[in-house]
């Protein structure tokens, strides 16, 4: 029995895609850019495996002899978050965009979540996640207020001192939250937001975040891996991207490192079916932040750990590493970028060298997913397994 090890970098894109002008992005290259600012990256077990082989991934020394398949997907859902980035590559195409409430939540919604959790809401705007920490965060420890903000994503964030608003109470919040952000009002996603921290300049998110989705519209990938008997273990994120639908089993994670490490347990225990595991550091601690520096060492210390992984793989294992869409971090503002994402697939029965080329969507990496595992199709995506089997 095969058995899947999907891993998604979350956010590093591989270039603008033909309608990236239309979500406000131009010329945006996560990896691209971040190579072009740090000429001296080192990531030689990517490489290897093909990902300087892609089209257009130039300013990459590519190699001559990839070991994995390797290609890039465009995205035809309207949007470039996460959700619409996971639920495409599942099968699932998000049409119409989720909405997104550029100059914060109405005052009726404001209304209600405050009546409903006894809390007065401070912010109620657009900002980047740590900015808007320094501004409230200090109001917020005085005075018990909750801060709520969104971004250009379709996302409602609540941000609470974990010393001031317990734990619980936070999560509550999100759920009266996502409740209220339903039909007319649905986000993808309510978010809860921790920190800590004494004063402004020194507060820290914690990785007690946890994020609250829609169900998938359709049954996606997933769901048809259960529906088989299959394991589908979700590391990191994973399980709240999918609301939990099609999951069997789910492990949060505190960073890119700890994701690692939970999916090479995972891998060296006695499953079938797949491994899902999506490494967020990428996007939340570097591409939102705009620090290409950050983002670097990330994808150094990722590379460094990917011999580990191929070694933890059974004979019929299949690895598939992509991305879920862009952040380009020296782009302006602090949102997401649209973006082709690059895809590699390696295992011992998977063709080397093999050009995937350039794929219409990312449909078709979950659809690769079932035939593997020969569980039903999703509705979306063209299948490359037979491209890529020896
Ligand atoms: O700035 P922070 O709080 O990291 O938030 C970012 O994270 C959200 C989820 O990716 C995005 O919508 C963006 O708002
Ligand atoms: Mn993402
Ligand atoms: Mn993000």
Redesign the pocket.
């Known amino acids: 029995m095969k058995r899947v090890i999907w891993i998604v970098i979350d956010s590093v894109g591989i270039g603008a895609l033909p309608d990236s002008e239309k979500f406000g992005d131009t010329n945006v290259n996560t990896l691209g850019n971040i190579v072009k600012t740090y000429p001296d990256i080192k990531i030689p077990n990517l490489i290897n495996l093909g990902i300087g082989n892609i089209e257009g991934a130039d300013f990459l020394q590519g190699t001559k002899t990839p070991i994995g398949a390797f290609g890039k997907c465009g995205e035809l859902s309207q949007g470039k978050?996460?959700t619409t980035g996971h639920w495409e590559m599942t099968g699932v195409l998000v049409e119409t965009p989720f909405k997104t409430f550029e100059n914060g939540f109405p005052k009726e919604i404001i209304d209600e979540f405050e009546s409903k959790t006894g809390r007065k809401v401070v912010a109620n705007k657009p900002a980047?996640?740590?900015a808007i920490l320094d501004e409230y965060g200090e109001h917020q420890m005085k005075t018990g207020d909750v801060i709520v903000y969104t971004?250009a994503?379709s996302?409602f964030?609540i941000a609470a001192h974990e010393e001031i608003i317990p734990l619980e109470e936070l999560y509550k919040m999100c759920e009266i939250a996502r409740e209220i952000m339903m039909g007319d009002n649905a986000v993808a996603r309510i978010?809860a937001?921790p920190y800590i921290g004494e004063k402004k300049g020194c507060f820290t998110r914690t990785s007690n975040r946890r994020d609250y989705s829609l169900d998938p519209f359709e049954p996606t990938v997933l769901d048809n891996i259960k529906e088989s008997n299959l394991d589908v273990i979700g590391v990191g994120k994973i399980e709240d991207i999918f609301n939990g639908q099609g999951i069997t089993e789910a492990i949060h994670t505190h960073d890119n490192m700890d994701g690692v490490d939970q999916t090479i347990n995972y891998m060296k225990k006695d499953n079938k079916g797949l491994i899902f595991t999506n490494l967020v550091d990428f996007?939340?601690k570097y591409g939102?932040r705009r620090d290409t520096l950050g983002y670097k060492k990330a994808l150094e210390e990722f590379d460094l750990r990917i011999p580990e992984i191929i070694d933890s793989m059974k004979d019929e294992d299949i690895l598939i590493i992509n991305a879920d869409h862009g952040n380009d971090p020296t782009y302006k503002g602090?949102?997401?970028t649209r973006e082709y994402i690059p895809v590699i697939v390696y295992g011992k029965d998977v063709k080397e060298g093999l050009n995937l080329g350039i794929r219409d969507s990312f449909a078709d990496i979950g659809a690769t997913v079932a035939d593997i595992l020969n569980v039903k199709m999703p509705k979306h995506g063209k299948s490359f397994k037979t491209e890529i089997v020896k």
Do not use: E, N
């Open positions: 978050d996460t980047s996640g740590t971004s994503d996302v964030q978010i937001r996007d939340s939102h602090t949102d997401h």
